[in-house]
């Protein structure tokens, strides 16, 4: 954290995806307080990860573990297929497991799919929705037998209370809740340059929407986000990231806000 930057009304965090390989790392690191740091299985290696977080700790930027699906062909973006599971959910726990060894981790944010996948939205009656004989003890009891439904989900709940992590994610879905059943910080976080969908979750890759490319929506999104999230996220894998994170963080300097972990 600088704390120059802390200057506004309000702190709001600033966090950018690094460490996969793109040639902008260093750079947008001018503009960010925190670092969600790729654990070089879905893209990059874990020679550049090393780097990365070494990088980070020169800038004085928090850092982030952002673990994703063992698939670099796309960039761990496409969810677990039938079969996959095992391998997938062995992969995402070894990464953070190694991850820690290189430094202190202040958060965890799963990256692509692992990310969507965890994202799950909740109906009205999900603690309610699962019947079983003999019912369930409780409304707690039967709410992680939903839960229990979504492999990711459980596995992410497990890494969280193993090595007692804040989790980065969407308030609108399961992240929120995942958190308070591990016992951790919940940090919620905004995206500026991604598309939403009327359930609060993200417009999936690949699909009409996904990215905000145009200036003026990414600004009136961080906007409008900002006054709801504890972090706003901008991704390394665009070649304008640079424009939009310099964009994004003079936005939020002029509306009254400090960047700052």
Known sequence: ?????????????????????????????????????????????????????????????????????????????????????????????????????????????????????????????????????????????????????FPGVQSLLMILRMHKLPLMGLAATAHKEIASRAGIEFIKEGFGDRGYQANGTLVPRGSSGDLLTETAMIKEQVLRLTPEVDSICLHGDNPHCLDYAEMVFKTLVDAGYGVGA
């Open 1 to 149: 954290m600088r704390v120059s930057q802390i200057v506004g009304k309000k702190t709001i965090d600033l966090n950018v995806d690094i460490g996969e390989g793109f040639p902008f790392d260093r750079d947008l690191l001018s503009f960010a307080s925190s670092a969600n740091v790729c654990c070089g299985v879905h893209a990059g290696s874990f020679d550049q990860t090393r780097e990365t977080v070494e990088l980070c700790r020169q800038q004085r930027v928090r850092v982030g573990a952002h673990p994703g699906y063992p698939d670099r062909h796309t960039m761990g973006r496409i969810s677990m297929q039938p079969g996959q599971e095992r391998e997938y959910l062995k992969s995402v726990f070894d990464q953070v497991e190694s991850f820690g060894k290189l430094t202190k981790v202040a958060y965890l944010k799963p990256h692509g799919a692992f990310y969507n996948d965890t994202a799950v939205v909740l109906p009205d009656n999900w603690k309610t929705a699962v019947k079983r004989i003999p019912p369930p003890a409780s409304a707690y009891e039967a709410g992680g037998l939903y839960l229990a439904q």
